[in-house]
């Protein structure tokens, strides 16, 4: 208990002095990768994109610890499940199908197209 509060606390103080170093920002500062940005994105780009997401995931994750939040309020949960047993570069591959087979999808958000063609299908299957 002792090792997750130390853990809790450290990850506090990194996220509170990057925001600071960083100063504040704002959604609009922020831009939402879409599938014009995956397509022409290199495959080391892909992969640190993924990994990032992955990390966002379980870091949220470990910080609920045993008490997930309900699914009104929290779409972590459902996307764990809905991905089990998908692969960093297996979601690299089907995103790199999907937009080839889409084109005219390229605008919709990766994280978007994430959800929809790979997690909620995945969650229909782990029911």
């Known amino acids: 208990m002792t090792r997750k509060l130390q853990l809790r606390a450290a ?9 600071m170093a960083w100063g504040p920002a704002h959604a609009a500062d922020i831009p939402l ?5 995956w397509t022409t994105s290199s495959e080391a ?8 997401l992955q990390n966002l995931a379980q870091v949220e994750i470990a910080y609920q610890g045993g008490k997930p939040p309900a699914d009104s ?3 972590l949960p459902r996307l764990a499940k809905g991905m089990q047993g998908q692969t960093l ?18 605008k919709r958000p990766v994280l978007d197209t994430i ?6 299908p995945g969650l229909q299957k782990n029911k």
Not at 11 to 19: G, M, P, Q
Not at 45 to 52: D, I, S, T
Not at 89 to 99: C, E, I, P, S
């Open 89 to 106: 570069d297996g979601v690299r591959q089907a995103l790199d199908r999907y937009y080839a087979a889409n084109p005219a999808m390229l």
């Open 73 to 75: 309020q929290s779409i």
């Open 33 to 37: 990768v879409t599938g014009e940005h």
């Open 11 to 19: 990850l506090a103080a990194t996220c509170v002095t990057l925001a």
């Open 45 to 52: 780009v892909k992969k640190a994109y993924l990994v990032g």
């Open 115 to 120: 959800w929809f063609e790979m997690a909620v």
